[in-house]
């Protein structure tokens, strides 16, 4: 369910960012992606991270501890290890693990990035969401596959502007 912009979210990431990093490295690089990290986006109420990892064998390496502290492996994706976090049966956290080699295109940061210099398309995008939500019901599949043309769209048009190729942002 789409929540107004809650502007404390991004002291929740803040609060997250440093749970991870306790859990696992303290060096790495963690940051706040997905719609909660622009402000004044309407979005679901889950703060998504993006953490770098030198590998997946890093990932692996502090997954246990990760695990000791609540979170679990549980996603579709197929691209990069994702680990979630839930309160009383709510999701409430992702955290997504992108290799040090891959962090600089990676779509959800170049998304974010874009989405909060270029106002129209967040605007659009929010949108987008509004109407994936109401045709979704309570299918979160549909959900996002709602959203990606818009996605698809936007991210194709930031990739360009970096000088890079267009990839399918759809991966699960």
């Known amino acids: 369910m789409l929540a107004a912009y809650d502007r404390r979210w991004p002291q929740q990431f803040a609060l997250i960012a440093a749970e991870l990093?306790?859990?696992?490295?303290?060096?790495?690089?963690?940051?706040?992606i997905g719609s909660t990290a622009v402000p004044g986006m309407r979005a679901k109420p889950i703060i998504d991270v993006a953490v770098r990892v030198a590998d997946e064998?890093?990932?692996?390496?502090?997954r246990p501890q990760l695990e000791r502290g609540g979170w679990r492996v549980g996603s579709?994706?197929?691209?990069?290890?994702v680990m979630v976090f839930e309160q009383e049966g709510v999701r409430t956290r992702i955290a997504h693990f992108f290799t040090a080699e891959g962090w600089d295109a990676?779509?959800?940061?170049?998304l974010r990035d874009w989405l909060i210099s270029h106002p129209a398309d967040a605007r659009r995008y929010e949108q987008a969401?509004?109407?994936a939500e109401v045709a979704a019901q309570d299918n979160r599949g549909a959900y996002n596959?709602?959203?990606t043309a818009i996605v698809q769209e936007i991210v194709d048009r930031a990739r360009l502007d970096r000088g890079?190729?267009?990839v399918a942002v759809y991966d699960k």
């Not at 306790?22 to 706040?32: K, R, S």
């Not at 990676?106 to 170049?110: K, L, S, T, Y």
């Open 76 to 81: 579709r994706v197929r691209t990069h290890p």
């Open 129 to 131: 969401k509004i109407a």
């Open 106 to 110: 990676v779509n959800q940061r170049i």
């Open 164 to 166: 890079m190729p267009s």
């Open 145 to 147: 596959a709602g959203k």
């Open 57 to 62: 064998s890093e990932f692996e390496r502090y």
């Open 21 to 32: 990093r306790d859990l696992g490295d303290a060096a790495w690089v963690i940051e706040h």
